[in-house]
């Protein structure tokens, strides 16, 4: 079993920025994928970003690129989501989710453990 807590939601005006925080706990290896994941109201959920548990490789949804940045701290066991120039349809509940078959995909039916969410509302 693997548990995932985000924290660092909440309300920031559009052009500014917030870092949110998922820490892992259980069984984690570094074959892990860990994914950030947005739903919006009335939308189904998006794909972000997701990082290598180990190694470190990248990938990003073109919505965010170049304005997101996902990073990791292996000895805290904590994933990050840099969330840079916020746009108003940024607004969403962040979720991060885990695939341990380091399956590097971009659809959430493929991750198995997931977080409870976070808030993130950009206001104009």
């Known amino acids: 079993q693997v548990q995932l807590v985000e924290s660092g939601g909440g309300l920031v005006q559009a052009g500014g920025s917030l870092r949110l925080s998922c820490a892992a706990s259980?069984?984690?290896?570094?074959?892990?994928?860990m994914g950030w994941f947005r739903q919006a109201p009335g939308k189904e959920r998006e794909f972000v970003g997701y990082i290598t548990w180990s190694g470190g490789i990248k990938y990003y949804a073109d919505s965010v690129k170049g304005r997101f940045t996902i990073s990791r701290d292996n000895p805290k066991n904590t994933v990050y989501l840099q969330m840079n120039s916020l746009k108003l349809e940024d607004t969403a509940v962040y979720y991060c989710?885990?695939?341990?078959?380091?399956?590097?995909?971009?659809?959430?039916?493929?991750?198995?453990?997931w977080g409870q969410g976070t808030q993130v509302t950009v206001s104009s």
């Open positions: 259980g069984r984690t290896f570094s074959s892990f994928i």
């Open positions: 989710a885990t695939d341990p078959l380091g399956r590097r995909s971009t659809n959430p039916d493929r991750y198995d453990y």
